[in-house]
């Protein structure tokens, strides 16, 4: 199994997300696939975990990313010709809506750092604003 390019230094989701694993299978006969989680074996279950195997693919999605969900998930593939593993290392982060508790008076961007960036600078440290990119 050779994972995709993208997968290679682990995937960051953030909470709430969908997190979607894929992982091509070129394998005769079809392989026996299982997936595992910080090395227990898991399958699917109901809408909160699906696991969908092809003659071309092996796929996992959660439908909605936890903390707990950080951490190593592995596909072993086993036929009569051999077996192969790969693993994919996932992070999930928290929501920016949870940081406003914590910083209620700054406007969060989903694509800005600069308000925490700006926050973190004391008023007698602040750089110039062209400084800040």
């Not at 997190?19 to 989680?37: D, E, M, Q, S, T």
Request: with cysteine; charged share 25%.
């Amino acid at each position: 199994m050779e994972l995709p390019e993208h997968y290679v230094d682990g995937l960051v989701f953030r909470q709430d997300d969908i997190i979607r694993l894929k992982i091509p299978l070129v394998a005769k006969p079809a392989p026996r696939v299982v997936w595992f989680f910080e090395n227990e074996p898991i399958s699917s279950s109901g809408n909160e975990l699906q696991i969908v195997t092809t003659e071309e693919f092996t796929s996992l999605k959660i439908n909605s990313a936890r903390r707990w969900h950080c951490g190593e998930f592995r596909v072993y593939a086993e036929n009569e010709n051999g077996e192969d593993a790969c693993a994919v290392l996932v992070t999930v982060t928290g929501r920016l809506a949870c940081m406003r508790m914590f910083f209620p008076s700054c406007s969060f961007h989903t694509n800005s750092i600069r308000s925490l960036y700006e926050l973190s600078l004391s008023k007698h440290h602040r750089l110039p604003r062209a400084s800040l990119w």
